[in-house]
T-cell receptor
Framework: RKEVEQDPGPFNVPEGATVAFNCTYSNSASQSFFWYRQDCRKEPKLLMSVYSSGNEDGRFTAQLNRASQYISLLIRDSKLSDSATYLCVVNDIRGSTLGRLYFGRGTQLTVWP | EAGVAQSPRYKIIEKRQSVAFWCNPISGHATLYWYQQILGQGPKLLIQFQNNGVVDDSQLPKDRFSAERLKGVDSTLKIQPAKLEDSAVYLC??????????????FGEGSRLTVL
């Protein structure tokens, strides 16, 4: 079983739509969680961290459910510039005292006008 | 502030040949990582350095891959001999602390390798 599982999509939504991505992780001892964004043929960049209480950054809301080992990202009022691949990332302490980041395969989003 | 620098951006080689990638991290970042990203997949950690010491190389195929970070600054990743399945983007990243910290990794633009 993979450490992080994501639905690869693609998700194709019109401008202004609300879209949600989900991911699950396998290790219940995982300590920290993130969403990274990767534009086509570009490098990944941190979008936001995910906190247990849930957190919001403008149009983006991230939530964590530790009991179900489930992370979500909600994008409201989608913009054309939101088109990208969204990578779910989990920090797992196995294998290294500093932890290791496991990346999901990413969910591809295309926002159309 | 200058970002993570990588070279070359693109490399095409034949199987069994060798290749080397270079990375210069953000100034002051003690931790340096090499990731492999195969098309359609997320990045996979190959090796992590803290200063010039290896912290985690458990996923590095050591029979053909090697990496070093002399002087604790820039780093090179070498593949010898290359196989077809090594075709991927090799991403270098750096961070102020280890991955257990903020989790924010700053990635370079990557080196895209095609093995024919």
């Amino acid at each position: 079983r993979k450490e992080v599982e994501q639905d690869p999509g693609p998700f194709n939504v019109p401008e202004g739509a609300t879209v949600a991505f989900n991911c699950t992780y396998s290790n219940s001892a995982s300590q920290s969680f993130f969403w990274y964004r990767q534009d086509c043929r570009k490098e990944p960049k941190l979008l936001m961290s995910v906190y247990s209480s849930g957190n919001e950054d403008g149009r983006f809301t991230a939530q964590l459910n530790r009991a179900s080992q489930y992370i979500s990202l909600l994008i409201r009022d989608s913009k054309l510039s939101d088109s990208a691949t969204y990578l779910c990332v989990v920090n797992d302490i196995r294998g290294s005292t500093l932890g290791r980041l496991y990346f999901g395969r990413g969910t591809q989003l295309t926002v159309w006008p | 502030e200058a970002g993570v620098a990588q070279s070359p951006r693109y490399k095409i080689i034949e199987k069994r040949q060798s290749v080397a990638f270079w990375c210069n991290p953000i100034s002051g970042h003690a931790t340096l990582y090499w990731y492999q990203q195969i098309l359609g997949q997320g990045p996979k950690l190959l090796i992590q350095f803290q200063n010039n010491g290896v912290v985690d190389d458990s996923q590095l195929p050591k029979d053909r891959f090697s990496a070093e970070r002399l002087k604790g600054v820039d780093s090179t990743l070498k593949i010898q001999p290359a196989k077809l399945e090594d075709s991927a983007v090799y991403l270098c990243a750096s961070s102020l602390v280890g991955q257990g910290g903020t989790g924010e990794l700053f990635f370079g633009e990557g080196s895209r390798l095609t093995v024919l």
